[in-house]
């Protein structure tokens, strides 16, 4: 059931290889590499909010991490992209372990704020620094290939989507994830170490969202605090895993592409009422919420009663380890 | 009495001003059954918690299998043979009763596959094994002990803590879990259990620890035990002492 599940998803990674061979229109291509692009983000949230419980609203930090290290070694450094697009990877691994270690000691809408209020940080940085180019952001030498860009994205996303496939569904890893999601306290008396597998799930979330980060910025040619650190990157992934279906990877694949569909043919032919498009948004978003708890996924393959969302810490004899922690 | 699996030496655990525990000492002997009891607020899952991992010993020592393990993590624990249940249940809600025991199964077996294989085992001994693909969620309180148990026990623990796993039963739920207690001592693994019932404690106990206020207040056979003046004064007030 689980391998013929894969045996999809490769056939659908064969079909989306052999796309610009068919394809020749350069808008859709762009299309196409945005929204295996969002497929990534969405499913890199979805490794912490989905698999461990954490609603990390510092997600866009990653990515304007990436976008800021490849883009500062290759136009400050003269590093050649696939060098400064590892190296964003490699300084979200770090940031991931820095940002994780306060942070992760906290649950729930604490976790949420804390980690938003690190992404804010980041960007009052961005903005002031010189290195950045501050709020006139930074251009990056051209390169106006649209298919090498979609071969780049799609082979990063898809080597994180076998990746985290190998890693949360077939390896021990992603249960361990999902029992420190269900109960942490539970999960130390069966020999799991929750802050260890914390961090790694971050990590784990924040690399490839940083190197697709530095794919975009050497993509679009130029990036600013705004729309590199801003919330967007966040808030939409947290919609599409919300949308498509928490703690699965399909989920956030489905969800990834029809918000990212709606959206673009929202703003294709109905440019002014842009408005409009986020008040629907929201209200779809909500709707699901209340009527699709499982996503969209979850309502159409399983089709069970609706999951009961993460039980709250019961009045339990176990510590209070540091105050907020435990709520 | 020469080779104790745990020692608990001059333990204290304070909450700010309370003494939640207070130099208590016991050791138990690898193979038996120790039972703990006492009132109501008496300290016994404060003590758990302590030899668990969960809290740090404000004074004193805890020493398990040779090592001082004093303050040690409760997942390093795990790994060095100590399961525990809890009081108030601890399962994986939205995992399946099989993955739920996977999980712990992963202490000893790190491969899925193995793992698994091991957890069916655990429910087959426990009785779960018709529920297994079902939520963990979906189970009864009775189910849910069961499940309790089924945990610590994949861990392969030599060393087991049981909390208050028979209270809320019917009687026949008691039974069975009576029989599963006393086949696991069979198999080797030493127990220290903290019950309410008298008659489920006094029955497979080997020997007993009384707590009461925090202090050990008597140690000996069941039978001792209930006939100690101040063990009965704790239960039963003055006048019946």
Redesign the interface.
Known sequence: MRDRRLLGSLAAFALLLALPAVVRDTFFLRVSTEAIMWIGLALTFDVLAGYTGYLNFGHSAFFGLGCYTTAILMVRAGWPFPAAAAAGGAAAAVAAVVAGLPTLRLRGAYFAIATWALARGIQQLALMMTITGGPDGMRLPPFLDPKFFYYVMLGVVGATFFLLWFLLE???FG??L??I???E?????????PTLLKIQAFVLSAVPTAVIGGIFAYWVTFIDPASTLGDLVSDQALVMVVFGGMGTLIGPVVGAVLIFAFKTVFWAYLAEYEVLYVIILGAAIAASVVFLPNGVLGELLYRRGP??P??SE??????ATSGKAEV | MADPILSVDGVSKAFGGLMAVSEVSFSVQRGEIMGLIGPNGAGK??L??VV????APTRGKVVFDGKDVSGK???AL??RGI??T???V??????SVL?NV???A??KH???AD?EAHAWKVLEVTGLTDRAHE?A?SLTLAGRKRLEIS??L??EPIFLLL?EVVAGLNPTEVDRTIELILALRARGITILIVEHIMRVIMRISDRLVVLNFGEKIAEGSPADVAANPAVIEAYLGEAHA
């Open positions: 077939r390896a021990p249960l361990k999902k029992a999601r269900e109960d306290q539970g999960a130390k008396a069966l020999g799991l170490n999951r009961k993460a039980a019961p009045a339990a004899p176990v510590p | 899952t404060t758990f918690n668990s991992g969960y809290y993590p409760p997942y795990a790994a399961g525990r809890f009081q108030v601890k399962p994986f809600p939205g995992l993955e996977v999980i712990a992963f202490l790190p491969r899925r793992a939520a969620s945990k610590a994949a861990l909390d």
